[in-house]
C-alpha cells in the first residue's frame, strides 16, 4: 500500500525538528496528501466552506487525515510555512474558523447542560461509567460511582426514557398553553365577580339542575375519596369542564377595547392542542425516518452489523464485559436460529404445512375470541358502574374504579395468555416479537375506546330513549356530563399511577430481594426482573391517549399528567437501576422508535375522534360549563364569526370559498410531485453512487495487480513513480 | 487562564490542538494519564522531544483498555512500531481517534485496520473468524462461526473478491447508526 511506504519512507529522527532535505520531501508530501485525504461528509459543508474561504489553497483539516501524528506535525509545520505566503487575511479566515468551531463546541455543551435529565439518560445509555478518581476537574457525585457497575442498559431502554421525557415537555407545554389562555383568565374573571350568563328561557328547568356539593352527612374519610374519584369537592372546580363559565367579555374602558370569550378561547386552545400535540409527533417522526433511511432501514440486525458494530468500546469492568460478550453471542445465535428455521419450514412436507397453518390460523381466532372477551368484560364493568355509581363509601369508590381496574388486569393478563398461544404458533422470532406487539397495541387503545363507547351509550341513552327527551341527553344520571367524562381519564389517569407504583414496591424490590438472598431453584428459574420495553412504551401511550381525550373535559390533565410521568421516570429509573438485569434481549432502538411515534400517532386519532365527536354530535350541558347556552359546541364559532369586523369576515369566507381552495389543492399537487421526483432521483443517484463504488474497488484492484506485474521488470522507475 | 505549565512548549501545545480533537486542558489531562502509567519513565518536560515509549503491557493495563477484548489489536494499530508500544504522540492519536468528535470516515478506517488482524488491507475469513471469537469469547461452534462468517461476506462484499476491502467496510459503516457511539472510548 502506498501508504504504508510513504511512512516507511519518511521516517526521521526523535528530535522531531525535520532537515532541509526531509523538509522538501513533506512539501511533496503533503501536496499528494491533500488528494488520499478521508473527507468526512457530515462536515463536508464546513470543510467545503474553509476552502472556499481560504482562497488559493485548501486548508487541510489536519486532524480528519489518516496519517500518525508526526506525520500530521510536520505536515502543519509546512502549512506554516506557507501560510505567511499568502495575505494576511488568510490567516485571520483559519482564526475566524478556528474561533466559530469552539464557539459552536461550547455552545454545544452549554445546551446540553440545560437539557432535561441528560446525564441520566447517558447514564442508561452505558456512555458514562467511571474509572478511578485521579480527576480534579470533575466533579462526579457518589452515586454515579456507586452505580457504575452495573453496566449499560443499552439504546431500546434508552428509548424508552427518551421517549418519557419527550412526552414529559409535550405535557407541560401543553400545559402551558391551556392554563395561558383558559384557566388564568377564569381565574382572573371569577375573581372580579363575573357571573355566568343563564342558558335561554325555553328549556326546562329540569335540565338546569346541576348540583354538585352532596348535602347530608359527610364521612371522615369523604375527603380522600374524593380525592381519588374527582367528585364532591374536586368536582366543581377548575378541574372539570362543569367549574368554567361562559362569560363574554366585552369592555370599552378609556383608551383600550379589551374583550375576551371564554367559550370560544376554550374550544380554540383545545383545537390547537390537538394540532400542536400533532406537529409535535410528525417532526419527531420525520427525525426518525431520516435516520432509518440512511441506514437502509432492515439491515440493523444483519450479521455485518453485529460483528463490526456490536462491541461497545466505552464499556468498562470485566463484568460489564462478559455481558456485552453474552449479549452478542446471544444475538448471533437468535439470526442463526431464524436462519434454521427458514431452512426447516422450506423442507416440511405439504402434510406439516397444513397443519401448522390451520394451527395458526386456530391459535389467531384464540386470540381474537381472548381479546374480545376483554373488551365485553369492559363493556359490562363499565355500565355497572355507571349505574352504581351513587353508592358511598369504599364500596362506592371501588365501583367507580371497576373501568380502571378491569382494562389493567385485561392489560395484563392478555398478553401473557397470548405469549403462551405463540408458542404453539411457531413463528420466527421476528415475526413473534412484532405479532405480540401488534396485538397489544390493538388490546390497549380499542380498550379505551370501548370504555368511550359505553360511556357515550350511556350519555346518548341508546337502552332507555325516554331518559334523553327532554334535555337531549341523559340528565338524570348526568346532569353535567362532560364532568362525568372527564372524572373516568381523572380515574384512569390516577389509577395507572398508583398501579405502576404499586408494582414497584409491592412486587418488583421484593422479587430482587428474595431472588438475591433465597438461592433455590425457583428463584434460579424467575431470576431478576428484565426492563421490558414494549410493554413499558404501550403503557406511555395509553397515558397520553388518555390525557388526550379528557384535555376538552378536564382541562388541568396535562398537568396531572406532567406531574405522574415525571413521578414515572424516577420510579423507572430506580427500578430499573436497583432491580433490574441488563437483557440479554436487547431491543432495537432505531425502527422501534418510529414504530412508537406510530402508535402515538393512532392514540392521537382515536382521541381526535372522540373529540369531534363530543364537539359536533352531542348537545352540551345546560348546567354547567362554558356551552351551556348553545346548540352544539362548535356554534361558538359561528356566532363569534359574525362579530368579527367586515374585512376579516370576507377575507376568511374567501378562504373557504372554492375560488381559493382549488388553486390551493392544485398547487400542493404540483409540490408533492416535485418532492416524489425528487426522492426518486435521490434514490437512483444512491444506487449510481454505489456502482461507482464498485467500480473504484475494482480499479484499484487492477492498478494494483499491474504494478506488482512491473515490479520485478524495472525496480528502478518504481522509485522514480512513487517520488 | 495563564500558560503556567512547563511540560510543553506553547507551540507544541498548539501542534495538538491542531492535529487532534482535544483543548489544550484535555491534551494536558491526557499527559497526565500517560505518565501515571509509570511515572519513572515519562520526564516531565517534553520541550526537547524525549524519545519515550511505554511498552504494551502497561498500555494494556489502562482501565479503559483492559478488559476491552481487541486492545492488543488497537495498541498495535496506533503505535509507531507495530507492536503496541506507544509513544505520546501515540498515545493522543488513539485517544483522539476514539474521542466523540472524530468523523465517521476516520473512524471507520482504524476500525478496519483493528479488525485486520493480518496487516493485509483485506479482513479475509480468517481476520472475521477471529474477530467473532474475541467478540464471543470462544462460545461459537465452528460451524456457527463458519456460517456467520460467510454470511458477513455476502452481506459486506461489493466486488465479489470473497474479502472486504475499506471501501466495502466504509460502505457498511455509513449505513450504521450506532458506529459512532460504540466505536468510543470516552478518556
Request: glycine residues 6%.
Amino acid at each position: 500500500m502506498t501508504i504504508e511506504q510513504q511512512r516507511q519512507g519518511l521516517a526521521f529522527s526523535g528530535s522531531g525538528h525535520p532537515t532541509d532535505q526531509e523538509s522538501l520531501r513533506f512539501r511533496r508530501v503533503s501536496s499528494r496528501m491533500s488528494t488520499q485525504i478521508y473527507h468526512e461528509p457530515n462536515s463536508s459543508t464546513s470543510l467545503a466552506q474553509e476552502e472556499e474561504q481560504s482562497g488559493s489553497e485548501p486548508t487541510l483539516e489536519l486532524r480528519n487525515t489518516v496519517f500518525p501524528m508526526a506525520l500530521k506535525k510536520a505536515a502543519r509545520q509546512v502549512q506554516q510555512m506557507q501560510v505567511p505566503a499568502q495575505f494576511n487575511g488568510g490567516s485571520w479566515k483559519q482564526k475566524r474558523i478556528k474561533f466559530v468551531r469552539q464557539f459552536k463546541s461550547n455552545v454545544r455543551e452549554f445546551l446540553y447542560f440545560f437539557s432535561l435529565w441528560g446525564k441520566t439518560l447517558q447514564k442508561i445509555g452505558g456512555r458514562n461509567l467511571v474509572y478511578a478518581s485521579k480527576q480534579p476537574q470533575r466533579l462526579r457525585p457518589r452515586w454515579q460511582t456507586l452505580l457504575s457497575l452495573t453496566g449499560n442498559f443499552g439504546g431500546g431502554v434508552q428509548s424508552y426514557f427518551i421517549f418519557l421525557r419527550f412526552l414529559v415537555i409535550l405535557n407541560f407545554v401543553s400545559f402551558l398553553l391551556i392554563a395561558g389562555f383558559v384557566l388564568i383568565p377564569s381565574i382572573v374573571f371569577r375573581s372580579v365577580g363575573i357571573k355566568p350568563e343563564s342558558s335561554k328561557a325555553d328549556v326546562s328547568s329540569e335540565c338546569l339542575k346541576y348540583d354538585p356539593n352532596p348535602q347530608g352527612l359527610v364521612v371522615f374519610y369523604e375527603f380522600f375519596l374524593d380525592l381519588l374519584s374527582g367528585t364532591g369537592f374536586m368536582e366543581y372546580s377548575y378541574l372539570f369542564y362543569g367549574y368554567y363559565n361562559n362569560s363574554v367579555i366585552v369592555t370599552s374602558l378609556v383608551g383600550s377595547h379589551f374583550s375576551y370569550n371564554i367559550p370560544l378561547a376554550y374550544l380554540l386552545t383545545a383545537v390547537f392542542y390537538f394540532a400542536f400535540c400533532l406537529i409535535c409527533i410528525i417532526v419527531r417522526m420525520g427525525k426518525a425516518a431520516r435516520v432509518a433511511v440512511t441506514t437502509g432501514g432492515s439491515d440493523v440486525r444483519s450479521y455485518s452489523m453485529i460483528v463490526f458494530t456490536g462491541w461497545d468500546y466505552g464499556c468498562l469492568g470485566s463484568k460489564a464485559t462478559k455481558l456485552k460478550q453474552r449479549n452478542i453471542y446471544y444475538r448471533l445465535q437468535v439470526d442463526l436460529e431464524e436462519e434454521r428455521l427458514k431452512k426447516h419450514a422450506a423442507s416440511l412436507t405439504l402434510c406439516n404445512k397444513v397443519t401448522l397453518h390451520s394451527l395458526r390460523v386456530l391459535m389467531f381466532f384464540v386470540a381474537v375470541g381472548l381479546i374480545v372477551a376483554t373488551f365485553l368484560a369492559i363493556a359490562r364493568a363499565t355500565t355497572f358502574s355507571q349505574e352504581n355509581s351513587h353508592v358511598p363509601g369504599i364500596l362506592g369508590l371501588f365501583y367507580t374504579y371497576l373501568p380502571s381496574i378491569v382494562i389493567t388486569l385485561g392489560n395484563f393478563l392478555v398478553p401473557l395468555l397470548c405469549d403462551q398461544i405463540a408458542l404453539l404458533e411457531k413463528y420466527p422470532p421476528s415475526a413473534t416479537v412484532v405479532v405480540a406487539l401488534l396485538r397489544a397495541v390493538v388490546l390497549r387503545l380499542v380498550s379505551l375506546g370501548i370504555l368511550l363507547f359505553t360511556l357515550w351509550k350511556q350519555i346518548m341513552c341508546h337502552d332507555s330513549r325516554d331518559k334523553c327527551n327532554l334535555c337531549h341527553y341523559n340528565h338524570e344520571d348526568y346532569q353535567c356530563w362532560e364532568t362525568s367524562v372527564g372524572q373516568e381519564m381523572y380515574k384512569l389517569t390516577l389509577f395507572d399511577l398508583l398501579v405502576s407504583i404499586a408494582l414497584l414496591v409491592l412486587v418488583e424490590f421484593p422479587r430482587r430481594m428474595v431472588v438475591d438472598h433465597w438461592s433455590c431453584k425457583l428463584t434460579q428459574w424467575v431470576g431478576r426482573q428484565e426492563f421490558v420495553v414494549p410493554s413499558n412504551v404501550l403503557g406511555l401511550v395509553y397515558g397520553q391517549t388518555v390525557v388526550w381525550t379528557g384535555a376538552l373535559f378536564c382541562p388541568l390533565l396535562p398537568l396531572i399528567n406532567t406531574v405522574k410521568f415525571v413521578i414515572l421516570f424516577y420510579c423507572k429509573k430506580i427500578t430499573l437501576f436497583y432491580n433490574c438485569r441488563p437483557a440479554l434481549r436487547t431491543f432495537r432502538s432505531t425502527s422501534s422508535a418510529i414504530f412508537f411515534l406510530a402508535v402515538l400517532l393512532f392514540g392521537w386519532i382515536l382521541a381526535l375522534v372522540v373529540m369531534i365527536y363530543s364537539v359536533a354530535v352531542i348537545h352540551p350541558s345546560f348546567a354547567c360549563g362554558p356551552f351551556r347556552s348553545f346548540f352544539r359546541m362548535w356554534k361558538i364559532v359561528p356566532e363569534s364569526f359574525s362579530t368579527l369586523p367586515e374585512g376579516a369576515r370576507d377575507f376568511l369566507f374567501f378562504i373557504g370559498s372554492q375560488a381559493f381552495s382549488i388553486p390551493l389543492f392544485a398547487i400542493s399537487c404540483v409540490f408533492m410531485c416535485y418532492f416524489i421526483a425528487l426522492a426518486s432521483i435521490y434514490g437512483k443517484s444512491v444506487a449510481m453512487l454505489r456502482a461507482q463504488l464498485k467500480l473504484a474497488g475494482q480499479d484499484k484492484q487492477f492498478l494494483v495487480k499491474q504494478i506488482e506485474k512491473m515490479k520485478p521488470l524495472s525496480p528502478q522507475h518504481n522509485e522514480g513513480e512513487q517520488d | 487562564m495563564g500558560n503556567k505549565q512547563t511540560i510543553f512548549t506553547a507551540q507544541q501545545l498548539d501542534a495538538y490542538q491542531d492535529c487532534t480533537y482535544f483543548t489544550r486542558k484535555e491534551i494536558l489531562r491526557l499527559f497526565y494519564r500517560y505518565r501515571d502509567l509509570a511515572p519513572q519513565l515519562v520526564p516531565l518536560d517534553y520541550t526537547n522531544h524525549p524519545d519515550v515509549k511505554l511498552p504494551y503491557e502497561l498500555i494494556g493495563s489502562m482501565p479503559e483498555l483492559k478488559d476491552n477484548p481487541f486492545r492488543q489489536r488497537i495498541a498495535e494499530v496506533f503505535s509507531e512500531d507495530g507492536e503496541g508500544n506507544m509513544t505520546l504522540d501515540n498515545f493522543l492519536d488513539m485517544f483522539s481517534v476514539l474521542s466523540e468528535m472524530a468523523p465517521r470516515d476516520l473512524k471507520a478506517y482504524y476500525a478496519f485496520k483493528i479488525y485486520d488482524f493480518n496487516n493485509d488491507d483485506f479482513i479475509c475469513k480468517s481476520d472475521l473468524e477471529k474477530t467473532l471469537n474475541k467478540l464471543t469469547r470462544n462460545e461459537l461452534t465452528e460451524d456457527e462461526v463458519k456460517m456467520v462468517c460467510e454470511k458477513v461476506i455476502d452481506e459486506a462484499d461489493l466486488d465479489n473478491d470473497g474479502r472486504l476491502s475499506l471501501e466495502d467496510f466504509q460502505h457498511m459503516i455509513n449505513r450504521a447508526p450506532d458506529f459512532l457511539s460504540t466505536f468510543h472510548i470516552r478518556i
